[in-house]
């Protein structure tokens, strides 16, 4: 069993940046697919970015070229870097393990609580 634990997100302006971090505890995840998702009230959970242990990497469209998503095996942590952020991102951004590259949430087995992103001015 693993435990993943989100940090970082809160407030941020329209154009800023926030990154978010996410440690995991339990079993070895080096050889496991990581990635994040993030869901809004009344609309489907959507992958934001995965990663693999060799670092081959899916990002969502709308946020190509914005965030970035990296990887600590040793430190068992993943990161997400988000910058230029806009007021759709908003969303509750969850930490996830255990999946695959399509960063399809239906295919992940563990998950973090989520932590709050807000983008506004």
């Known amino acids: 069993q693993v435990q993943l634990v989100e940090s970082g997100g809160g407030l941020a302006q329209p154009g800023g940046s926030l990154s978010l971090s996410c440690t995991a505890s339990?079993?070895?995840?080096?050889?496991?697919?990581m990635g994040w998702f993030r869901q809004v009230p009344g609309k489907e959970r959507e992958g934001v970015s995965c990663?693999?242990?060799?670092?081959?990497?899916y990002y969502l469209p709308s946020v190509k070229g914005r965030f970035t998503i990296s990887r600590d095996n040793a430190k068992k942590m993943i990161s997400l870097q988000m910058n230029n952020l806009k007021p759709e991102d908003t969303a509750v951004y969850y930490c996830?393990?255990?999946?695959?590259?399509?960063?399809?949430?239906?295919?992940?087995?563990?998950w973090g609580q989520g932590t709050q992103v807000t983008v506004s001015s």
């Open positions: 996830a393990a255990e999946g695959d590259l399509t960063c399809s949430g239906w295919n992940f087995e563990s």
């Open positions: 339990g079993k070895s995840l080096h050889y496991h697919v």
């Open positions: 990663i693999s242990p060799d670092g081959n990497t």
